[in-house]
């Protein structure tokens, strides 16, 4: 059974750092793309940022560009997410997701999902 528990999330003040993780278990974990997504209070999911099962690819959404580092430890079996220069819009729910073969900008091509764990920023 595959699971995915993320990890790391809390307040932290605007222009202050955090990092999210996602354990990985029931599944080998380099046979799976991972991405990361999150969901305001009234607003769809959207996409956050990706990464291959190799790590030698990434991918960003336009408004974490160059603050938000995604990573993964095959030791480990974990994904994570380093999320710096936050911004009060970063406020979200954020979940990682899973996905055989080739990472996705979609959340619809993710088959396995986290729980979340609510990142809180303010200003």
């Known amino acids: 059974q595959v699971q995915l528990v993320e990890s790391g999330g809390g307040l932290v003040q605007a222009g202050g750092s955090l990092r999210v993780s996602c354990a990985v278990s029931g599944v080998t974990f380099s046979h799976l793309a991972m991405g990361w997504f999150r969901q305001a209070p009234g607003k769809e999911r959207e996409f956050v940022g990706s990464?291959?099962?190799?790590?030698?690819?990434?991918s960003y959404a336009d408004s974490v560009k160059g603050r938000f580092i995604i990573s993964r430890d095959a030791v480990e079996n974990t994904l994570h997410l380093q999320m710096n220069i936050l911004k009060p819009e970063d406020t979200a729910v954020y979940y990682c997701a899973a996905r055989f073969w080739s990472p996705s900008v979609n959340a619809d091509a993710y088959q396995y999902w986290g729980q979340g764990t609510q990142v809180t920023v303010s200003s």
């Open positions: 990464i291959s099962r190799s790590a030698v690819s990434t």
